[in-house]
């Protein structure tokens, strides 16, 4: 069973920085894009941004020139640089793989981030 795990979330000041981390294991597959959502309290999960197997990556406006989006593709692993955290990026991070067996979300990751 493929199982993405996300690892990284936590608390923090504004201003401050956090570094998610997801790896996708559990089974043979080729990567097609991984890539990370939120999901704020009384909101709609958001995409926040992916990154292809071919390195292309796409960024929500709200985090452009703040969030930077990585891959180690040996390891299947995904990573999530965030910079210069604000409170409204305080939401449950999800990670996502798309995966040529299938489509697969991982359990969430809190990040909370205070004024």
């Known amino acids: 069973q493929v199982q993405p795990v996300e690892s990284g979330g936590g608390s923090v000041q504004a201003g401050g920085s956090l570094r998610l981390s997801c790896a996708a294991s559990?089974?043979?597959?080729?990567?097609?894009?991984m890539g990370w959502y939120r999901q704020a309290p009384g909101k709609q999960r958001e995409l926040v941004a992916h990154?292809?197997?071919?390195?292309?990556?796409n960024y929500a406006d709200s985090v452009k020139g703040r969030f930077t989006i990585s891959r180690d593709n040996a390891k299947n692993t995904v990573y999530l640089q965030m910079n210069s955290l604000k409170p409204d990026d305080t939401a449950l991070y999800y990670c996502?793989?798309?995966?040529?067996?299938?489509?697969?979300w991982g359990q969430g990751t809190q990040v909370t981030v205070s004024t």
């Open positions: 996502n793989a798309l995966l040529s067996a299938g489509n697969y």
């Open positions: 559990g089974g043979i597959f080729r990567v097609i894009t």
């Open positions: 990154i292809t197997s071919g390195g292309i990556t």
